[in-house]
């Protein structure tokens, strides 16, 4: 089967398996870190689930607006260089995909930052 009538399974199984890691974690009054911890696959299967939803939508290659790339850094349309940089590494070191970020997340708030500087 391809992974376009893949992925909202997979999406389901991973709801199941963290719904299931929340009840666990309140029966056993044990932190939900640590259950998801011992359950390594649950991010692993989430994140592929995100990839493919997101190569398959093409949504990387839309077009971002000055405004839209604004709202991802938190900044304002008309924001000078350093608040674009200060409000750029502020987001990808929490975004990064080192850290447990995403990817797309990544890609967006890279892309943000480029669209308002060249703009600047």
Known sequence: ???KNNWPKDWIKAGGILGIAILSAR?????LATILSAMPF???ALRQA????????GSMTATMTPEEAALILGVAVNANEKEIQEAHRRLIQKNHPDVGGTDYLA??????RDILLKRS
């Open 27 to 31: 029966a056993t009054r044990t932190p």
């Open 42 to 44: 649950v991010l692993k």
């Open 107 to 112: 890609a967006k708030i890279n892309q943000s």
């Open 50 to 57: 995100e990839s493919e939803q997101t190569r398959q939508s």
């Open 1 to 3: 089967m391809s992974g």
